[in-house]
Structure formats: structure tokens, C-alpha cells
Nanobody, 119 residues
Framework: QVQLVESGGGLVQAGGSLRLSCAAS????????MGWFRQAPGKARELVAT????????YYADSVKGRFTSSRDNAKNTVYLQMSSVKADDTAVYYC????????????WGQGTQVTVSS
């Protein structure tokens, strides 16, 4: 059974930092591209970042470029999202998701973790 479990969310002041983690089980983690998405109240879910199987290739949405960094530890089956210089607009539920290498759809999703930025 595939499981993705996010952790690390919480309340952070604007300008501060937070690190999200997503622990994967039930899949061969190193064969998956991992993604971070977020959904703010009343808004559509948006892609924040992706990281390929080796960690050697990443993508970031313009809204977080230069502030967020994704990394992964394949030995621990875990992907991370380091959030820095957070803004009120970063307030959302953050989800991690998994896509088979070469695939087009993120087929596995975590339950999400709330990040709230106070101004």
C-alpha cells in the first residue's frame, strides 16, 4: 500500500522559514519524481516544485523561485521542501505527490499539511 505522509507544517511568521517533509512507503521511491503542490482557501491547487528521481533536476513555480528548495533522500524515502522568506500568500495546505519517472500524472498523493504564515 502506497503512503505519502507530510509533516512539518504549522504557523510561521512572515519572513521566517519552515521545512516540510514527505515520507513515502510502499513504492520504489527512487523511481519516482516527487512534487509539492499547495491549495489555498478558495483557490485551485497549484504546483509548487518538482524534483526528479536523483534530485539532480528541479522545477519551481515563479511564485516560490529563490525562496523554496526541494531536496530528497532516497535512502530515507523522504522528500523535503525548505521554505524561506515566507509570505502571507504562501498560506495553504501543502501536498506531496509522486509520479513514475517518465510519467505524466502525479498518481499518488499525501493527505496534506497546513502552513499558515502570519503577517
Amino acid at each position: 500500500q502506497v503512503q505519502l505522509v507530510e509533516s512539518g507544517g504549522g504557523l510561521v511568521q512572515a519572513g521566517g522559514s519552515l521545512r516540510l517533509s514527505c515520507a513515502a512507503s510502499g513504492l520504489i521511491f527512487s523511481r519516482y519524481t516527487m512534487g509539492w503542490f499547495r491549495q489555498a482557501p478558495g483557490k485551485a491547487r497549484e504546483l509548487v516544485a518538482t524534483i526528479n528521481w536523483s534530485g539532480g533536476s528541479t522545477y519551481y513555480a515563479d511564485s516560490v523561485k529563490g525562496r523554496f528548495t526541494s531536496s530528497r533522500d532516497n535512502a530515507k524515502n523522504t522528500v523535503y521542501l525548505q521554505m524561506s522568506s515566507v509570505k502571507a500568500d504562501d498560506t495553504a495546505v501543502y501536498y506531496c505527490a509522486a509520479k513514475r519517472a517518465g510519467g505524466t500524472i502525479f498518481e499518488r498523493w499525501g493527505q496534506g499539511t497546513q502552513v499558515t504564515v502570519s503577517s
